[in-house]
DNA sequence: CGCTGGATTCGA
DNA sequence: CGAATCCAGCGC
C-alpha cells in the first residue's frame, strides 16, 4: 500500500514567490533537532522576496557567496545571521537563477510547547526552534527540515512590507 | 585590512 | 527611539 509523504515536495516551492508565501499560510514547519527533540510549528506569517528586481530582497545586490543559494533550486533554505543575534529562515522558491525567497515572519506552537516558546516574529521563530545559519542550505523536502501540508487559515491579511523602506 | 549597515528585538 | 552584536560586502 502506498501512503503519500506527508510533506510539500519540491515541486511546491518551484513557483512565483509571492504564489509560496501565500499558500504556505496554515502549513505545518516540522524540525528535527540534533540533540533528539522535534518540533512542530504552525506557518501563520511569510513575506515574498522577489528576486534581483526586488529592492529589498539580497539577491537584489548581486549575486554573491550569502545570497547565492537564493540563486539556486527552490526547496531549500536560506538562513543567515541579521543584526548579530537574530537568525532568520527563508526558502527559496522559483526557478533556479531568480533569487526568490520566502521569509517565515512567524508561527504558533502545535505540539506541546513551553510557555515561554515565543514564535511571534522572524528572530524568535529561529530562535525559539534551534535554527540557526548551520541550517544554511538544508534540503527543506526532506528531514530534518521540512513542512507538511494542512488546512490554510480561513482569513488571510495582506500587509505592506516589514522591516523596510 | 578596516569600516559600515542590516529582512530584529527589547527596554525606557 | 536607541542599543545590542556579527559578519558580508566594499573600498583603499
Known amino acids: ?16 514567490a509571492e504564489q509560496v508565501a501565500r499558500e504556505l499560510l496554515g502549513s505545518l514547519l516540522c524540525y528535527h533537532h540534533p540533540t533528539g527533540t522535534h518540533h512542530r510549528v504552525r506557518i501563520v506569517e511569510t513575506e515574498a522576496y522577489v528576486g534581483e528586481h ?25 538562513v543567515y545571521l541579521i543584526y548579530g543575534m537574530y537568525d532568520l529562515l527563508n526558502v527559496v522558491t522559483g526557478q533556479s537563477g531568480q533569487g526568490q525567497a520566502v521569509l517565515l515572519r512567524a508561527a504558533e506552537p502545535v505540539s506541546s510547547f513551553p510557555p515561554s516558546a515565543a514564535l511571534n516574529g522572524p528572530g524568535k521563530l529561529t530562535r525559539t526552534l534551534g535554527i540557526t545559519r548551520a541550517a544554511n542550505g538544508l534540503d527543506l523536502c526532506a528531514p530534518p527540515l521540512f513542512f507538511v501540508p494542512a488546512p490554510p487559515p480561513r482569513r488571510i491579511e495582506q500587509t505592506p512590507r516589514i522591516g523596510v523602506d
Do not use: N, W
Open 1 to 16: 500500500m502506498k501512503h503519500a509523504p506527508p510533506v510539500i515536495p519540491r515541486s511546491f516551492f518551484q513557483r512565483p
Open 54 to 78: 526586488d529592492l529589498a530582497c539580497h539577491a537584489s545586490k548581486g549575486r554573491t557567496e550569502r545570497t547565492s543559494i537564493m540563486f539556486g533550486p527552490a526547496g531549500y533554505a536560506y
